[in-house]
């Protein structure tokens, strides 16, 4: 591949994060000198429909590609060569002549509890108003917590935790690694168990997307982590079998210690008041193994638990 290599991004200052730091990792990983990089690796920002759209039911509609269209747009006309993804936000499946040509090393996969009043998710008082936007995390939180009042907090993570400190909730929920990237992990009063909020699929996790015919370009093996990439394959494969979006209540993790995956995947009600969960492992997995593995557990979780899919419309409040 010819330089420059032209990094799309978002303008969102986790997508600016996100991409500075892998346009040094490739710059690095190209042998590029660290004052030549900006020139060798730019930036390209791309502003897309779901960062124009402030209409909530149109975005519901348009889900997570109202924010990647633009961008596969760009990668296929060639204006640009590189886009990072937050891997939990990369639908199943990839447009026609798109791949995900790495997978860097996963960060911090948990969730973060925050508060302006209380230490930890045990000291929430009865009653208490959290906020988050995820049905995952609404679900687990009222499965220890039926007494608490979920209600929608959206916005980037600046603004949700702006809205934490001035007290409009008692506590809000995000992942730890964007909060990582971001550089403000002071907010973090306690990282939540991986058992009871099981992250989302890919979570903690970056995706490298490029041209179908750039996957094997010299600087991906150097960021692809092989470890990461089995475990995301699996708790993808997870995804996909459970049919996973923004509407369903749905978790995923992965793990590898020594040779051996541990996957666990479930779905819950939007109350919390049930739970489907399966665990499985596998000894020295290939990603197709793993993704086989994530396929099998999530099509049973799916035919125990069904479709606790909500409306849209319920979602508020
Ligand atoms: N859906 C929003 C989103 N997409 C990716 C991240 C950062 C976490 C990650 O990289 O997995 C976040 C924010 C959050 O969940 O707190």
């Known amino acids: ?10 303008r969102s200052k986790l997508a600016l994060a996100q991409s500075g730091m892998m346009q040094r990792a490739i710059g690095r990983a190209l042998g590029v000198a660290e004052a030549d990089i900006e020139a060798a690796v730019p930036l390209v920002e791309i502003v ?25 747009e760009a990668l296929l006309d060639r204006r640009i060569d590189i886009a990072i993804h937050s891997m939990k936000d990369v639908p ?9 040509a790495a997978i860097p090393e996963r960060e911090d996969a948990r969730d973060a509890f925050i508060s302006r009043d209380f230490d930890s998710f045990d000291q929430l008082p009865f009653g208490a108003r959290l906020g988050t936007a995820s049905l995952r995390r609404q679900a687990q939180a009222l499965a220890l917590r ?74 991906v093996a150097a960021l692809n982590h092989p470890e990461t990439a089995v475990a995301v394959a699996a708790e993808r494969g997870a995804m996909t079998a459970l049919e996973g979006s923004c509407r369903t209540a749905v978790g995923a993790y992965a793990v590898i210690e020594g040779d051996t995956l541990r996957l666990t995947t479930e779905m819950l009600s939007p109350d919390g008041s049930a739970r489907w969960r399966r665990v499985g492992e596998l000894f020295q997995p290939t990603e197709a193994d793993a993704r086989a593995l994530g396929e099998r557990l999530g099509g049973e979780v799916h035919a125990f638990a069904g479709d606790q899919e909500v409306d849209p419309a319920s979602l508020d409040g």
Do not use: Y
């Not at 199943?92 to 995900?100: D, F, K, S, V």
């Open 48 to 72: 897309t429909t779901g960062d124009r759209i402030q209409d909530r039911r149109l975005m519901e509609m348009g889900g997570k590609a109202l924010f990647t269209k633009e961008i596969e």
């Open 146 to 219: 039926p007494d608490l009042k979920v209600e929608m907090l959206r916005g980037n993570i600046d603004t949700r935790l702006r809205r934490a400190a001035e007290g409009d909730f008692d506590a809000i929920l995000l992942a730890v690694s964007g909060m990582t990237r971001l550089g403000v992990t002071e907010h973090i009063r306690e990282k939540l168990s991986l058992d009871a909020f099981l992250p989302a699929p890919g979570q903690g996790a970056l995706a490298i997307q490029t041209r179908a015919e750039d996957i094997d370009a010299p600087w």
């Open 1 to 10: 591949m010819n330089l420059p290599l032209r990094i799309g991004t978002r």
């Open 92 to 100: 199943a499946e990839q447009p026609e002549g798109l791949c995900i």
